[in-house]
């Protein structure tokens, strides 16, 4: 498959820091590359040279087969951006935001109104079309953001943290959104704090800090490297606790991790849910009372922390309101919550 | 510049340009602002000043509004640097530029919104003016040439102001910074008083402002002088379209493409 955005060696200083040092990246014609990394990662700078609002200090980076530095005009009607700070106009009306962008892509005035109108259907935004942005939410905001970015449906997409400082409803709504674009064939470059983002999105990730690659792969290679899977339980009393450790321990791929104050027991193993089906069918037999149980794979958060030696704190808070919405998700079931409200 | 792409800049312009306007209709707040300073200028300017300063030859109001209408169109054309740091603190600029739109295209429509403004403010002062005496006593077109002359010299400021508005990091320092040097500007000048009695060495500084002459042309246009009172013998206020027509050229050859590679280079904050 042809890299329709590709960056080689990028460098951007500002004085002593290097926003970017040395950065490396590919996103294949119809995938979502996910940029993930804390704040200050660097990830809005890159965001911002490959669609030429900024110019590298070193490296070059083509997007549609076009230099980003050499023909910016080319690259610019190729791609739509839709950035942190949702860049709509507060005094304009919905409706007036994205016809203005239409004209400004060089659309004639007809063809402009009605693709403005399509859009603002397909967000759900069509009641608020003709009140002035001022009275939009901040989802309401966002979401017509990234309509502005849609309006010549050009084939590349950048989103610069889409969903950062939604509510979970709002950001629920915009991955829905996001998802469809991909399957309409769009390439997609996401930059996200959110883990659990660039889990649900991306067909493959790119892990930086200060400017720089520290991980590449898709979600589950990075967790390959984190470790294997393992299996969590908590158990009804005390009492209960040594009988289950000696039941997993049995099962285990490893040493049982005890937390005697919350009654949960940890143990990596290997064989999934058949693993998980006999250790539930052993402790039946035992009549140990299983209050939660699930089989848990690696967080893309346990990455982090494994990769940098630092969590992506900047992500607690959010990513607590996320795992619940997330359920769906087995991998990501009870334990992780339990544990969010454990830490506290 | 090839036909297509000023063809482009001028349709870009145009769609930002009523983009503009669309916010002035919907934050009359502004428009107030911009009027009502002009009409308490008048007011005050012609009732309480007026009382104690003596023009020969010609009623002190009918010297005064042309001096105020160079004041306001100059004081209008801040907003041009206002509204673009506005912009780009909002980060709507960063939509702009990653568009496949004109380069300058932000550039023009702000400043043809902000002259259009200007169009307004000057309706509204002229009705005021007439209301407390002053009259227009040329002839039709040398009159338009007056208000013609006003605008393209606040046209020219814009362009200043757009600079100042793309390098300075809120527009509250556009604010603070116009305030602080306008004054001034608009003070040293023969808007307000003749300058003949001003220090020797402020009076030579007062009548090659281009202020000065703008409101020496508008006068002349309008028909508010007097052979009682001359103009000051200084070839700037003896020839006072030409010397401000040359600071229109001199300004806009200087701040268009100095605001244009700004512009490029300008990123959001």
């Given at each position: 498959?042809?890299?329709?955005?590709?960056?080689?060696?990028l460098?951007?200083?500002?004085?002593?820091?290097?926003?970017?040092?040395?950065?490396d990246?590919?996103?294949?014609?119809?995938?979502?590359?996910?940029?993930?990394?804390?704040?200050?990662?660097?990830?809005?700078?890159?965001?911002?040279?490959?669609?030429?609002?900024?110019?590298?200090?070193?490296?070059?980076?083509?997007?549609?087969?076009?230099?980003?530095?050499?023909?910016?005009?080319?690259?610019?009607?190729?791609?739509?951006?839709?950035?942190?700070y949702?860049?709509?106009?507060?005094?304009?009306?919905?409706?007036?935001?994205l016809?203005?962008?239409?004209?400004?892509?060089?659309?004639?005035?007809?063809?402009?109104?009605?693709?403005?109108?399509?859009?603002?259907?397909r967000?759900?935004?069509?009641?608020?079309?003709?009140?002035?942005v001022?009275?939009?939410?901040?989802?309401?905001?966002?979401?017509?953001?990234?309509?502005?970015?849609?309006?010549?449906?050009?084939?590349?997409?950048?989103?610069?943290?889409?969903?950062?400082?939604?509510?979970?409803?709002?950001?629920?709504?915009?991955?829905e959104?996001?998802?469809?674009?991909?399957?309409?064939?769009?390439?997609?470059?996401?930059?996200?704090?959110?883990?659990?983002?660039?889990?649900?999105?991306?067909?493959?990730?790119?892990?930086?800090?200060?400017?720089?690659?520290?991980?590449?792969?898709?979600?589950?290679?990075?967790?390959?490297?984190?470790g294997?899977?393992?299996?969590?339980?908590?158990?009804?009393?005390?009492?209960?606790?040594?009988v289950?450790?000696?039941?997993?321990?049995?099962?285990?791929?490893?040493?049982v991790?005890?937390?005697?104050?919350?009654?949960?027991?940890?143990?990596?193993?290997?064989?999934?849910?058949?693993?998980?089906?006999?250790?539930?069918?052993?402790l039946?037999?035992?009549?140990?009372?299983?209050?939660?149980?699930?089989?848990?794979?690696?967080?893309?958060?346990?990455?982090?922390?494994?990769?940098?030696?630092?969590?992506?704190?900047?992500?607690?808070?959010?990513?607590?309101?996320?795992?619940?919405?997330g359920?769906?998700?087995?991998?990501?079931?009870?334990?992780?919550?339990?544990?969010?409200?454990?830490?506290? | 510049?090839?036909?297509?792409?000023?063809?482009?800049?001028?349709?870009?312009g145009?769609?930002?340009?009523?983009?503009?306007?669309?916010?002035?209709?919907?934050?009359?707040?502004?428009?107030?602002?911009?009027?009502?300073?002009?009409i308490?200028?008048?007011?005050?300017?012609?009732?309480?000043?007026?009382?104690?300063?003596?023009?020969?030859?010609?009623?002190?109001?009918?010297?005064l509004?042309?001096?105020?209408?160079?004041q306001?169109?100059?004081?209008?054309?801040?907003?041009?640097?206002?509204?673009?740091?506005?912009?780009?603190?909002?980060?709507?600029?960063?939509?702009?530029?990653?568009l496949?739109?004109?380069?300058?295209?932000?550039?023009?429509?702000?400043?043809?919104?902000?002259?259009?403004?200007?169009?307004?403010?000057?309706?509204?002062?002229?009705?005021?003016g007439?209301?407390?005496?002053?009259?227009?006593?040329?002839?039709?077109?040398?009159?338009?040439?007056?208000?013609?002359?006003l605008?393209?010299?606040?046209?020219?400021?814009?362009?200043?102001?757009?600079?100042?508005?793309?390098i300075?990091?809120?527009p509250?320092?556009?604010?603070?910074?116009?305030?602080?040097?306008?004054?001034?500007?608009?003070?040293?000048?023969?808007?307000?008083?003749?300058?003949?009695?001003?220090?020797?060495?402020?009076r030579?500084?007062?009548?090659w402002?281009?202020?000065s002459?703008?409101?020496?042309?508008?006068?002349?246009?309008?028909?508010?002088?007097?052979?009682?009172?001359?103009?000051?013998?200084?070839?700037?206020?003896?020839?006072?379209?030409?010397?401000?027509?040359?600071?229109?050229?001199?300004?806009?050859?200087?701040?268009?493409?100095?605001?244009?590679?700004?512009?490029?280079?300008?990123?959001?904050?």
């Open positions: 498959m042809v890299d329709v955005i590709r960056a080689t060696g460098v951007k200083k500002y004085g002593e820091i290097r926003a970017l040092d040395g950065l990246l590919a996103v294949p014609e119809g995938t979502v590359l996910g940029v993930l990394g804390p704040n200050g990662a660097g990830k809005t700078t890159a965001v911002r040279i490959l669609a030429t609002l900024l110019q590298p200090d070193g490296g070059s980076a083509e997007v549609a087969g076009f230099d980003v530095v050499r023909q910016p005009g080319k690259v610019r009607e190729q791609i739509g951006l839709s950035g942190q949702a860049a709509v106009d507060e005094y304009l009306t919905g409706f007036e935001n016809d203005m962008v239409g004209r400004l892509y060089g659309m004639g005035r007809r063809r402009s109104r009605e693709r403005a109108r399509e859009l603002l259907e967000f759900t935004l069509a009641d608020a079309a003709d009140r002035p001022k009275t939009y939410s901040g989802g309401m905001r966002r979401r017509l953001d990234l309509a502005g970015a849609l309006v010549a449906q050009p084939p590349v997409l950048f989103l610069d943290e889409p969903t950062t400082g939604l509510d979970p409803r709002s950001r629920t709504d915009m991955w959104v996001i998802v469809e674009l991909v399957k309409a064939g769009a390439t997609l470059l996401l930059t996200t704090q959110y883990l659990e983002e660039a889990d649900r999105l991306a067909d493959d990730i790119l892990v930086i800090d200060h400017g720089r690659e520290i991980a590449h792969g898709t979600a589950d290679e990075l967790k390959a490297q984190v294997g899977e393992r299996v969590e339980i908590v158990v009804g009393t005390r009492a209960d606790v040594d289950a450790k000696s039941v997993l321990a049995v099962l285990a791929d490893g040493d991790v005890v937390d005697e104050h919350t009654r949960r027991l940890t143990a990596p193993v290997k064989g999934g849910a058949g693993v998980l089906m006999e250790t539930l069918r052993r039946d037999a035992e009549d140990i009372a299983v209050l939660d149980v699930a089989l848990r794979r690696p967080t893309l958060d346990d990455v982090f922390l494994t990769l940098t030696g630092h969590a992506a704190e900047v992500e607690v808070e959010a990513e607590a309101d996320t795992k619940k919405k359920r769906g998700k087995e991998k990501k079931a009870a334990p992780a919550e339990l544990e969010e409200t454990t830490a506290r | 510049m090839s036909v297509m792409t000023l063809q482009k800049t001028l349709g870009d145009a769609v930002l340009a009523k983009r503009n306007l669309i916010k002035i209709k919907r934050v009359p707040d502004l428009l107030v602002f911009s009027t009502m300073s002009p308490m200028f008048i007011l005050l300017f012609a009732y309480v000043f007026g009382s104690a300063i003596n023009v020969p030859g010609i009623g002190y109001r009918e010297f509004i042309p001096g105020i209408f160079a306001t169109v100059i004081f209008g054309a801040t907003i041009t640097g206002a509204g673009l740091a506005d912009d780009i603190q909002k980060g709507i600029i960063d939509r702009f530029r990653s496949p739109m004109s380069r300058s295209a932000v550039l023009v429509g702000r400043t043809t919104s902000d002259v259009l403004n200007n169009v307004l403010v000057i309706v509204i002062m002229s009705l005021t007439l209301a407390v005496g002053w009259r227009i006593r040329s002839s039709f077109l040398e009159a338009a040439g007056g208000f013609l002359l605008l393209l010299f606040a046209y020219a400021i814009s362009w200043i102001m757009a600079w100042v508005g793309l300075v990091p809120s509250e320092v556009v604010n603070n910074a116009s305030f602080m040097i306008i004054f001034p500007l608009t003070f040293v000048a023969n808007t307000f008083v003749p300058t003949n009695n001003f220090p020797s060495g402020l030579t500084i007062a009548n402002n281009p202020v002459s703008v409101t020496q042309a508008a006068r002349q246009l309008f028909g508010n002088t007097s052979d009682k009172a001359p103009a000051p013998k200084d070839w700037s206020l003896q020839h006072p379209v030409i010397y401000t027509l040359i600071w229109v050229v001199l300004l806009l050859a200087v701040f268009i493409p100095l605001s244009v590679r700004q512009y490029k280079r300008s990123a959001s904050r």
